[in-house]
């Protein structure tokens, strides 16, 4: 079983909302910093949003800024991606990463298709 494991996704109209989950198992999820990556078909993977394992520290990427929340619960070993206001372009494969430093450690996990299509 790994580590990280994501649902939420699916089949959204444009301006829409979905929201995504990754759980954690098996790891210290407090110790994790943990992002959100996506991968469009003949693109590159790019990192979406991240949250710091202590603070709480959030940054995005440009392109959904003001559009998409990261958030974690730790109680439930579970970070979260709130997309709302979704379009075409946001169509892409959302993996969950996660990062801990001290020794360094980082898992992916299997990835959640999101489509924005009327």
């Known amino acids: 079983q790994v580590p990280l494991v994501e649902s939420g996704g699916g089949l959204v109209q444009p301006g829409g909302s979905l929201r995504l989950s990754c759980a954690a198992s098996?790891?210290?999820?407090?110790?994790?910093?943990m992002s959100w990556y996506r991968q469009a078909p003949g693109k590159e993977r790019e990192l979406v949003a991240y949250?710091?394992?202590?603070?709480?520290?959030?940054n995005y990427g440009d392109s959904v800024k003001g559009r998409f929340t990261i958030f974690r619960d730790n109680a439930k070993n579970t970070v979260y991606l709130q997309m709302n206001s979704l379009k075409p372009e946001d169509t892409a494969v959302y993996y969950c990463?996660?990062?801990?430093?001290?020794?360094?450690?980082?898992?992916w996990g299997q990835g959640t298709q999101v489509t924005v299509s009327s």
């Open positions: 949250i710091t394992s202590g603070s709480g520290r959030t």
């Open positions: 098996r790891i210290t999820f407090s110790r994790y910093d």
């Open positions: 990463k996660g990062d801990r430093a001290g020794p360094a450690l980082t898992y």
